[in-house]
C-alpha cells in the first residue's frame, strides 16, 4: 500500500540551527509531493510542492525540499531556524483528486 | 475573498447527540473534502465530493454523512455522536492545476468533543 513516513514525530531545534524534518514516501509511480505546515488552532497551509519540474523546491519562510526518487524521500529543511517556524508540518502524496495521503505529522520546537 | 470557512470553532456533544458541521468555499473549486486530525495520525479522508451532486466514502466514514448542497457548500453529519469521534475536522476544497495536481486548501477546523 502507498504510504507516507515522517521519521520523528517531535523534532527540537535551538533558534539559528538547521532545520530537518524527514518524508519518505512509498509509490510505484512518480508522485506529487507536498509539505503543510500547521500553526496552532489553525488549518494546514501549503508550504511547498513537488510537481516533477525540479527536484529542488523552494517554498514560503525559506522552507525548501529536495525530492530523491533513488531514496523515496522528500526530505525538508531550512538553513536557520526562527521562533516563528513552530508548528506541526505533515509530508503528503497527491496520488488522484480523492487520493491524498498525509504523514502523520512532525511537530517543531525552536529553543531560544 | 474569505477561502475555506467553517462552523462551528467549537462543540460540544453528549454521546448520542447529532450536529452537523458547516463548510463553505468563495474560490469556485469543484472538489469538497472533509478530514479528521487525531493524534500523531496525520490526517484522515471521511468523505469527499468530486463535483456538486456527488460524493464518495473516503477512509474513515462509519458513523457520517455529507451533504453538498451547492457548489459552496458541503456539509457533515454526525447522526449519534460517539467518545471516539472526539477529534478536530478540517474541510478542504481543491481545484486540478494546469500542471495536473491537486491543490487543497484548508479551513481553520471545528473541535469536536464527545462526552
Known amino acids: 500500500a502507498q504510504s507516507v513516513t515522517q521519521l520523528g514525530s517531535h523534532v527540537s531545534v535551538s533558534e539559528g540551527a538547521l532545520v530537518l524534518l524527514r518524508c519518505n514516501y512509498s509509490?510505484?509511480?512518480?508522485?506529487?509531493l507536498f509539505w503543510y505546515v500547521q500553526y496552532p488552532n489553525q488549518g494546514l497551509q501549503l508550504l511547498l510542492k513537488y510537481t516533477s519540474a525540479a527536484t529542488l523546491v523552494k517554498g514560503i519562510n525559506g522552507f525548501e525540499a529536495e525530492f530523491k526518487k533513488s531514496e523515496t524521500s522528500f526530505h525538508l529543511t531550512k538553513p536557520s531556524a526562527h521562533m516563528s517556524d513552530a508548528a506541526e508540518y505533515f509530508c503528503a502524496v497527491i496520488l488522484s483528486a480523492s487520493k491524498i495521503i498525509f504523514g502523520s505529522g512532525t511537530r517543531l520546537s525552536i529553543r531560544p | 475573498n474569505a477561502g475555506v470557512t467553517q462552523t462551528p470553532k467549537f462543540q460540544v456533544l453528549k454521546t448520542g447527540q447529532s450536529m452537523t458541521l458547516q463548510c463553505a468555499q468563495d474560490m469556485n473549486h469543484n472538489s469538497m473534502y472533509w478530514y479528521r486530525q487525531d493524534p500523531g495520525m496525520g490526517l484522515r479522508l471521511i468523505y469527499y465530493?468530486?463535483?456538486?451532486?456527488?460524493?464518495d466514502k473516503g477512509e474513515v466514514p462509519n458513523g457520517y454523512n455529507v451533504s453538498r448542497l451547492n457548489k459552496r457548500e458541503f456539509s457533515l453529519r454526525l447522526e449519534s455522536a460517539a467518545p471516539s469521534q472526539t477529534s478536530v475536522y478540517f474541510c478542504a476544497s481543491s481545484t486540478w492545476t494546469a500542471l495536473g495536481y491537486n491543490e487543497q486548501f484548508f479551513g481553520p477546523g471545528t473541535r469536536l468533543t464527545v462526552l
Open positions: 509509490s510505484s509511480v512518480p508522485p506529487y
Open positions: 465530493s468530486a463535483s456538486e451532486g456527488t460524493t
